[in-house]
């Protein structure tokens, strides 16, 4: 078998992994590439290898940084099946949707500018119709069921408990009478997060693939973290004040909703209404109702309890999905809760509730996930005094909140107890989707547990195991 790194190598972006077994080629996930914008556009457009030569995909969960290319491998002629849960293929078709329209927008923004210096435009990297050609291709798995992606690989989905639907690859592999298995890790979640299973861990493997993300880090409790939220939200609703969350339409939304539903439920807070104005986030949610079969006992045992049986609605939860309806709330004074779009406050409806609500020091603005630098929720979760929404400058009068611990992702301690799972059976762990500090204070740890230094391939890297 040839595995050949193709992204997510040294970094956390576009996660791609090609491997050649029996002459037939398996890729594993056809992710994004985020970068600066030159470079993301070159990368996502060129493949190290020829769609048309390749076999079988794999996606172990919707993320854009997973899945984000496949519009790309379709329109440059990969027709064959994607494996993957119908979960992750549900949500994959809405996300990628959504990111042609970002590449829509993004080629017209560029174009404009474009034009201005008498240079040719540029196409967008995909658009929504060539997102849309995708589903076609899906090929649905159950969690644990075996399926064949290619001659001589028996292929299962297990549950890393990251996002809906999300999984690790189990391969067991016969390649000229040599039998061995390959554990790719996906993305890995965490014990104890809201709504969804918990990971399956490794029994054992030959070859592991592992994320890395936070290497370096260990994770705050997620129970201590939703104790945060509910002080936070508890104060802020007490003074009468708006709480506004700016927070990703997949996942982090529908935690939220899920935790104040419970919330509400055993009366630690006071009812009042909330809002999920996102209409990525509203189509996510439908999702997430779709497929209670990947939700954890205790939200399955919740959803049987509850009056209208659903984890995700409850008596003032209110989904807006007109232009209007979210406008109509920039007028209401009574105490709520806004969760809306962009994550990070980039773009999106969030703009609008926080230059509403920004220089009231009764609201609250609360962040609720990590934020890239230069994004106006960095500069909000660095308490800087003066922001600019739209162009205008704007004091922060509001209470910041930031709670952590909230993250979908692993942290040090579960890498490495995952990793140690293999620990003498496997040949080799390589490391991938994570940066440089991450991988190698993972990689000491599990040298001085005993462990072969685990190897961190470059891109476009090719190894025969
Ligand atoms: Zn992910």
């Not at 045992?301 to 406008?327: M, N, P, Q």
Request: proline residues 6%; hydrophobic residues 40%; glycine residues 8%.
């Amino acid at each position: 078998m040839r595995i050949t790194f193709d992204g997510a190598t040294q970094t956390v972006t576009g996660s791609q992994h090609l491997l050649n077994i029996n002459g037939y080629n398996l890729l594993l996930e056809c992710g994004f590439y985020q970068g600066k914008r030159q470079d993301s556009y070159e990368r996502n457009r060129n493949f190290p290898f020829d769609p048309g030569s390749i076999d079988a995909v794999i996606l172990s969960h919707a993320h854009i940084d997973h899945s984000g290319n496949l519009p790309n491998l379709v329109k440059q002629g990969y027709h064959g099946p994607i494996y993957t849960t119908s979960a992750t293929a549900h949500l994959a078709n809405i996300m990628l949707m959504d990111s042609g329209h970002i590449q829509e927008a993004d080629a017209e923004f560029v174009n404009k500018r474009r034009m201005n210096t008498g240079e040719a435009p540029v196409e967008p990297l995909y658009t929504q119709v060539q997102a849309a050609l995708v589903a076609q291709y899906f090929t649905p798995v159950v969690y644990d069921q075996p399926f064949e992606p290619i001659p001589g690989v028996n292929g299962r989905i297990l549950d890393a408990g990251h996002i809906l639907g999300s999984g690790a690859v189990v391969l067991d592999i016969e390649e000229k009478g040599h039998k061995m298995r390959l554990w790719f890790s996906g993305d890995i979640g965490r014990r104890k997060l809201p709504l969804i299973r918990d990971p399956i861990l490794p029994d054992w493997a030959d070859i592991l693939i592992m994320e890395c993300t936070y290497g370096d880090k260990p994770h705050q409790d997620p129970e201590l973290a939703y104790e945060e939220l509910r002080q936070v939200v508890g104060r802020t609703l007490n003074r009468g004040g708006k709480v506004i969350i700016p927070a990703f339409a997949v996942g982090r939304t529908q935690e939220i909703v899920y935790a104040l539903h419970q919330m509400f439920e055993s009366h630690q807070l006071p009812s009042v209404p909330v809002y999920v104005d996102s209409p990525l986030a509203v189509n996510a949610t439908d999702i997430f109702k779709l497929h209670p079969e990947c939700f954890d006992d205790q939200t399955q045992a919740f959803i049987r309890a509850d009056k209208y049986h659903t984890a995700l609605g409850f008596d003032r939860l209110i989904y807006t999905r007109s232009v209007e309806e979210s406008k109509a709330l920039n007028g209401r004074k009574d105490p709520m809760i806004i969760i809306s779009a962009s994550g990070m406050a980039e773009t999106g409806r969030i703009l609008h509730h926080l230059r509403n609500n920004i220089e009231n020091p009764k609201n609250t603005i609360l962040i609720v996930s990590w934020q890239a630098p230069y994004t106006l929720g960095r500069r909000l979760a660095d308490r800087e005094k003066r922001v600019r929404i739209y162009g205008d400058e704007y004091e922060v009068k509001a209470e910041v909140a930031t709670i952590g611990g909230l993250s979908a992702h692993a942290g040090q301690d579960f890498l490495l107890e995952y990793a140690l799972r293999v620990k003498g059976r496997a040949k080799q762990v390589f490391l991938v989707h994570g940066e440089a500090t991450p991988a190698a204070a993972l990689s000491e740890k599990l040298v001085e547990a005993g462990m072969d230094k685990p190897a961190y391939p470059q891109w476009r890297e090719s190894v025969e195991v």
